[in-house]
């Protein structure tokens, strides 16, 4: 159980493009939903919290105008990156939180986005 | 605000020996969660063990268990009888009860498993 996946695996786009990135939680309900952000060897850096039916909260400096978030369903939520750009390639990482399961996330297998 | 400090980058033991991960934390709440997490190089994010600051017994997992130390706000990871399967960069991560409840993650530990 309490199993994430995210889609697609692999993007590489043209600058100036958007990317979506969808996460669903595939054997529970989540009210919320988390987006991070992982630069190679390093941590998870949180950019926001989503929660269903409701705006999404971000990190400071974390631009919501450019990573676009969307919480429409208990299963599902989406990121989109709007005008990508070459610094925004990067690996991105959803993680869902059990409705009733306060503490524990469990993460998606993660996007790794390129820009060219 | 709270931090949590992993103060080993890198480790390297012989398969089969046991390895201790160390993590440290500072928080001023009361009740809290700790987790250690697992990512090996697919990069998919293994949840790996879960402890509750108001429980005193450590938890185990199989071959995985932790050394809490609430007073020290330690949260070491003994993982006995190593596998080539744990290589892994392996994260310690705390959540409050309460509030936001976000997530915070040490800088990670890269373990590596010889065979």
């Known amino acids: 159980g309490a199993v994430v996946s995210q889609h697609p695996s692999r993007v590489i786009c043209k600058s100036g493009t958007s990317v979506k990135i969808e996460c669903r939680s595939l054997d529970f309900q989540a009210t919320t939903m988390f987006w991070y952000r992982q630069f190679p060897k390093q941590s998870l850096m949180l950019m926001a919290t989503s929660n269903e039916g409701s705006k999404a909260t971000y990190e400071q400096g974390v631009e919501k105008d450019k990573f676009l978030i969307n919480h429409a369903s208990l299963t599902l939520s989406t990121l989109t990156v709007t005008s990508a750009h070459p610094e925004d390639s990067s690996f991105y990482i959803c993680s869902a939180r059990a409705s009733g399961v306060q503490e524990t996330q469990y993460f998606g297998p993660g996007t790794r986005l390129l820009v060219l | ?90 994260f310690c991560a705390f959540i409050e009860d309460q509030g936001a409840q976000k997530l915070v993650f040490g800088q990670g530990t890269r373990l590596t498993i010889n065979p």
């Open chain 2, 1 to 90: 605000a709270q931090t949590v400090t992993q103060s080993q980058p890198e480790m390297s033991v012989q398969e089969a020996e046991t390895v201790t991960l160390s993590c440290t934390y500072d928080t001023s709440e009361n009740n809290y969660y700790l987790f250690w997490y697992k990512q090996p190089p697919s990069r998919q994010m293994i949840l790996v063990i879960r402890q509750e600051a108001y429980k005193q017994q450590n938890a185990t997992e199989n071959r995985f268990s932790v050394n809490f130390q609430k007073a020290a706000k330690s949260f070491s990871l003994k993982i006995s009888d190593s596998q080539l399967g744990d290589t892994a960069m392996y």
